[in-house]
């Protein structure tokens, strides 16, 4: 069974870091591109990022571009996101998926970890 746990989220001022973590169970992780999406409190779901199997190629959303950095540890079986200089407005629910092979199609998702911006 795919197991996907993220952890890592709590609040934050605006201008700080937040870095996030998603422990990945029951498929083999090295094998599969994932990514990180995120949901605002009371709008739809945003694609955050992306990372290819090895690491070796990532990809942001526009809305993070110069502030996020996704990452992996094939020998840890874990995904990371680091968020840096954190506006309001990144405020959400931020959920790992493990990706469809040769696709961007997400086929298994976390329950999420919760960020939240304030001061």
């Known amino acids: 069974e795919v197991q996907l746990v993220e952890s890592g989220g709590g609040l934050v001022q605006p201008g700080g870091s937040q870095g996030l973590s998603c422990a990945a169970s029951?498929?083999?992780?090295?094998?599969?591109?994932m990514s990180w999406v995120r949901q605002a409190p009371g709008k739809g779901l945003e694609w955050v990022s992306h990372?290819?199997?090895?690491?070796?190629?990532?990809f942001y959303a526009d809305s993070v571009k110069g502030r996020c950095t996704i990452a992996r540890d094939n020998a840890k079986n874990t995904l990371y996101l680091q968020l840096n200089s954190l506006k309001t407005e990144d405020t959400a629910m931020y959920y790992c998926?493990?990706?469809?092979?040769?696709?961007?199609?997400?086929?298994?998702w976390g329950k999420g970890t919760l960020v939240t911006v304030s001061s």
């Open positions: 990372i290819s199997s090895t690491g070796g190629s990532t």
């Open positions: 029951g498929f083999t992780f090295s094998s599969y591109p």
């Open positions: 998926t493990k990706d469809l092979i040769g696709s961007w199609g997400m086929d298994n």
